[in-house]
């Protein structure tokens, strides 16, 4: 019962002895400060809407929460806020994304960390402590992800932290005795040095309670840490399997203990959660020590292990875990360099850690008064070793805890009142990045009557010291928010310094937030400018912002030229061509692009390449467009070209393949110029003269065919079938020349076009089609020669085949159908024939001011080439074109005379076979055409001219052929009204493949009108005629007019009694002819007896020759009726 008894009281004791120590807490820690202001009076900070307490962040290590009780020490009783204590953070990581407002800082990317997110409002905001070495590439990340919200740093404090091997007192103490310098790396060498007789043996510590199993230690088992060791200290036995191996599974043995393996010649040396593992480990085997490295259990044991055990030990600075024990640091080479650090090169010295502050975005935009005290706060080395021995002492006298921190933090402002004092900002002593104001919000002040509050600085302006001067109170050094310099900017708030604009941007005024950049036309090279410098006119630079005048280039549309009057020898320096390539010599800077080649802005004829081997993608020189050609003998002399695709431009001399020559002209051996233009390969057909000789096989057999089947005199029977068949082949065979004349001076035809109709053009050049320089070479002047005599060569066929059949009477042919028949082909092919008269006169300009025939590109008029052949085709015109003409004309106007004759009737039946006798001169409206068409690329060179000159000769064959109807059937009356029509039309479309620039653009629009005016001026007229037909004489003349016809029709009429005469006269009549006399008998018909006619209307009941009753006449018709 007395134990119980004792027991009891025993348990009570101790309860009221640990209420005791509680109740500070629970009854609030006393106030610092005499003047501290009260609990009552302290208020909150608001963010975004929210009111709470000033969030403060602690970390797990004493110093940080002596900084961390420190400040809130000052911002509660100084500067009157509420502090809400946040707990404490593990890591440097998790402090800085808890300030910037990441819900889950433990992420492992921006995007896991979840930062910034609406409607989250970080309750962290002040953090005392952060080793920037921890913690630098987590700041680096969070500013390249978004500076914005990246935590600020508020203090780079004086004090620096640091990590080392330490040895103690007594060790230390027992080696000096002995002689030894332990402290110094090079004593430790176990050649020299036996360091057991002062430590305790590796057997002495229990695995798994005291040392933490090899096995469990992530970074001896990493294979990046393991590979990096064998590359630092060369020991690739000491790793096995990509770890790195341990005796006992407890310790990494060292170079004195390892070969052979004897433990009890290595020192043991702990460190705890792999705490500069990668550097004990490398220094151990770096400077060949008999020390061996192992990792404490747990926390508890790794700070009673050196207490318990003589030992080597981690440890860091400031700190307190050892302070009490005389801990000296093992001095090695060094310290590190960052980048050997990380790249695990860990032989040296520990780098210092730079050591920081950091706030919430919010405290810094919000509220300066904290900020600035969190930016003040600062310690140095030996006050925080002075800090850390006073924080043991506390402990020591029962204050514990959080309340420990609080008194050391307490103890350290009563003992520097005046430092501490010192770090709470004046309301007039701004923080740098803010900066005084006067009342009305200004800026211009130098007084501290003048100063009213502290602001932000605003982008544009920096927070610059300056001192406040009074005639009344003490002066204040503070800050002034000054406008950025000309030449300076800055683009965001709160900041204590402006930038320089970077080369190739300036700011002209004060206060800027952004640079401007260099304008097209200006550059500036160095940084703080403000102004930019302007190109030499009218040069530009290819972009804004640039930065030297080497970036000055000529622009779009003009060249540098290289032959400059102020060039030494008038020849700038880098062009290494023959000087007479370059365009003429100029003092301009810039000159026009010459007409066909593209100039680049930046255009240099410096970069005009000498041959083909120089050409190269990146030169920039006046290149030829698309459809022009030049070469390097004459760079500039450009020739234009019938398609892009056979001159493709953008560099010098390059033609579709096969091809070669000015305009890409000619093509290589065995290949042959198809009618597009491109060069086609001759295949075997071609090769061997197989065409040409079929044809001369096959053309006589049909000929004869023909003339055997024309033979028959016209006047003797009806229109036949075939004579009909020949008309439409006629019309036809016109209608394909026309097309192909028209698509022959289009200068770029689509390709669907040009795929499906290229064979139109080829009729007007038939010997084309026998591919000669497949199998013969030869010369333009030879090829071009034959091709002028194809006529003749048809004469000749036809003067062949009449003398060889009088070899055989049954073959025999009649002299006058043999002619009529060559005469009716050179009729129905004479668009071609005058084309290919013509052919060496149609020609086109290229920019170079040189023309080349439009069939023959690389042909220039002015070689002797072309002039070879002037005499030649002049021959061919007078032949061909005067000498037919004239034959047709004078046959024509005999024709009245001498049709009675059946010879002439068969000679020249190709020109009345298809047409009304009415208009047995048909033929010559079809030569005219044929004239009108070929010369519309002789008398005119621009497209839209040749459109224009083409439609309006098309349309007025058009208009004739309604107007005279001079075919035979309805059937060739309507197939070339429809043709000519589709013509019309393709004329309308015409204007659509050709590039009509602004000259030409005009002049259809006056076109346009002149062809309205001439519609008006042709209803006028229309309307003067008809009232000049009610004139008396005009009257007169009709009436005349009516009287002799009458008198022809009585003449005509008593004759028309006999049924089957006028049925022999109706048979023998064309069908148009018989079409318009039955339509003048239905209208006899009508007007005289009064018949029924269907599709006509009557208007008399009997006719003229009925009855002529007042009564039948109505009311409304004349007496004479």
Request: aromatic share 12%.
């Amino acid at each position: 019962r007395r134990v119980r008894l004792l027991l009891f009281w025993a348990a009570m004791l101790l309860c009221i002895y640990f209420l005791a120590l509680a109740l500070p807490a629970a009854t609030g820690f006393p106030a610092c400060f005499g003047d501290a202001i009260p609990e009552s009076q302290r208020k909150n900070i608001t963010i975004r809407g929210t009111s709470m307490g000033v969030g403060s962040l602690r970390m797990s290590w004493d110093s940080a929460q002596f900084l961390q009780h420190l400040f809130e020490i000052l911002v509660t009783e100084k500067l009157g806020y509420h502090v809400a204590n946040q707990g404490v953070a593990n890591n440097a990581q998790t402090a800085l994304f808890q300030l910037g407002s990441c819900q889950n800082p433990g992420g492992t990317s921006m995007e896991e960390r979840q930062c910034g997110l609406d409607g989250y409002i970080t309750p962290y905001h002040v953090t005392m402590e952060f080793w920037n070495s921890a913690g630098a590439a987590y700041i680096a990340e969070f500013q390249a992800w978004n500076p914005a919200l990246s935590p600020p740093k508020a203090r780079h404090y004086t004090y620096v932290g640091a990590e080392y091997m330490f040895a103690f007192g007594p060790q230390i103490d027992a080696a000096r005795n002995d002689g030894v310098a332990m402290t110094f790396y090079k004593s430790w060498n176990y050649t020299w040095f036996d360091p057991t007789p002062y430590f305790s043996k590796l057997t002495d510590f229990t695995v798994g309670v005291d040392i933490a199993n090899c096995s469990t230690l992530f970074k001896l088992t990493d294979p990046v840490l393991a590979a990096a060791f064998i590359a630092v200290t060369g020991y690739a036995d000491a790793v096995v399997d990509n770890k790195i191996a341990c005796w006992n599974d407890a310790f990494v043995l060292g170079p004195g203990c390892r070969d052979p393996v004897d433990p009890d010649k290595c020192i043991p040396y702990l460190t705890y959660s792999g705490w500069l593992e990668p550097s004990g480990i490398q220094k151990i085997f770096s400077y060949n020590t008999a020390i061996a490295y192992g990792e404490a259990e747990s926390w508890g044991a790794y700070t009673q292990i050196p207490r318990n055990f003589r030992v080597l030990s981690y440890w860091w600075s400031p700190a307190t875990e050892f302070s009490d024990m005389r801990a000296e640091k093992l001095v090695f080479p060094g310290p590190s360099s960052p980048s050997d650090w990380a790249k695990n090169i860990r032989n040296k010295l520990y780098p210092i850690s730079e050591m920081y502050s950091f706030t919430a975005r919010e405290i810094k935009d919000l509220y300066a008064d904290i900020y600035t005290l969190v930016t003040r706060i600062d310690l140095s080395n030996q006050e925080f070793d002075a800090v850390m021995s006073n924080l043991q002492a506390n402990w020591a006298r029962g204050i514990s805890g959080q309340d420990g921190y609080r008194q050391t933090a307490c103890d350290f402002i009563q003992a520097n009142l005046a430092k501490t004092l010192a770090w709470i900002p004046n309301d007039l002593e701004c923080a740098a990045g803010t900066g005084v104001r006067t009342a009305d919000g200004g800026y211009e002040l130098t007084t501290r009557e003048e100063a009213s509050y502290c602001e932000w600085c605003p982008p544009g302006r920096f927070s610059n010291p300056i001192l406040l001067t009074s005639v009344s109170h003490a002066n204040i050094q503070t800050y002034r928010c000054d406008a950025c310099p000309a030449g300076q900017k800055q683009t965001t708030g709160g900041s204590t310094f402006c930038e320089d604009c970077s080369s190739g941007t300036f700011s002209s005024s004060p206060g800027t937030v952004k640079c401007s950049l260099c304008p097209i036309g200006q550059y500036i090279p160095t940084n703080g400018a403000s102004r930019c410098e302007r190109c030499p006119a009218p040069m530009v630079t290819a972009e804004e912002a640039s930065r030297f005048s080497t970036e000055c280039i000529c622009p779009v549309g003009t060249v540098r030229p290289c032959r400059q009057t102020s060039a030494p020898n008038a020849l700038r320096e880098g062009c290494t061509c023959n000087k007479d390539v370059y365009l003429p010599e100029t003092s301009s800077t810039c000159i026009p692009c010459p007409e066909g080649l593209d100039c680049q802005p930046g255009a240099d004829e410096k970069d005009l390449p000498c041959n083909a081997a120089m050409e190269s993608p990146g030169l920039n020189y006046p290149r030829p467009l698309p459809s022009h050609y030049t070469d390097f003998e004459s760079p500039y002399s450009v020739y234009l070209c019938k398609d892009a695709m056979i001159c493709p431009g953008n560099a010098i001399g390059v033609c579709t393949d096969n091809a070669y020559g000015i305009a890409c002209g000619f093509c290589e051996v065995g290949f042959y110029r198809q009618i597009d233009g491109f060069c086609q390969e001759c295949n075997a057909a071609f090769r061997a003269p197989l065409v040409p000789v079929l044809f001369l096989l096959g053309a006589p057999c049909a000929l004869i065919i023909i003339m055997k089947f024309s033979a028959q005199d016209i006047s003797k029977t009806k229109f036949s079938t075939f004579n009909e068949l020949l008309g439409i082949m006629y019309v036809s065979i016109v209608f394909i020349q026309t097309l192909g004349t028209n698509l022959s001076i289009l200068p770029d035809v689509p390709g669907v076009l040009n795929s499906s109709l290229a064979w139109t053009p080829a009729i007007s050049d038939i010997s084309s089609q026998f591919r000669l320089q497949c199998f013969m070479r030869m010369s333009f002047s030879s090829e071009f020669a034959l091709k002028l005599l194809a006529p003749l060569y048809g004469g000749l066929l036809f003067l062949a085949m009449y003398w060889v059949s009088k070899c055989c009477k049954k073959l025999a042919l009649d002299r006058d159908i043999v002619i009529g028949t060559y005469g009716s082909f050179f009729v129905a092919f004479f668009i071609s024939i005058t084309n290919l008269s013509l052919k060496l006169f149609q020609t086109y300009g290229h920019p170079n001011g040189e023309r080349s025939m439009i069939s023959e590109p690389a042909v220039i008029t002015s070689s002797e080439m072309w002039l070879s052949m002037v005499a030649g085709t002049t021959l061919a015109i007078l032949l061909y074109c005067a000498g037919a003409t004239a034959s047709i004309v004078y046959a024509l106007y005999n024709a009245p005379t001498f049709y009675k004759d059946p010879g002439f009737r068969k000679r020249w039946k190709f020109l009345f076979l298809s047409v009304r006798p009415s208009t047995y001169w048909w033929i010559t409206a079809s030569m005219v055409k044929a004239f009108f068409l070929s010369l519309t690329t002789v008398a005119f060179q621009r497209p839209m001219a040749q459109t224009i000159w083409l439609g309006s000769g098309l349309m007025l064959y058009f208009f004739a052929v309604f107007w005279f109807l001079p075919w035979r059937t309805a059937t060739l009356l309507w197939l070339d009204v429809a043709l000519h029509y589709l013509l019309a039309v393709l004329c309308l479309l015409m204007p659509f493949f050709v590039p009509a620039n602004a000259t030409e653009l005009m002049d259809a629009a006056y076109i346009f009108l002149i062809v309205c005016a001439i519609g008006i001026i042709c209803a006028a007229l229309c309307i003067l005629g008809v009232l000049r037909t009610q004139s008396p004489s005009v009257q007169r003349a009709w009436r005349l007019t009516y009287e002799k016809d009458a008198r022809k029709f009585v003449e005509v009429f008593q004759v028309m009694n006999d049924a089957k005469l006028m049925a022999d006269v109706l048979h023998g009549l064309v069908d148009v002819d018989y079409t318009l006399t039955v339509n003048v008998m239905k209208i006899l018909s009508v007007e005289l007896l009064g018949n029924t006619e269907s599709g006509r209307l009557i208007w008399r009941k009997g006719g003229r020759l009925g009855t002529n009753k007042k009564k039948e006449r109505g009311p409304d018709l004349p007496e004479e009726y």
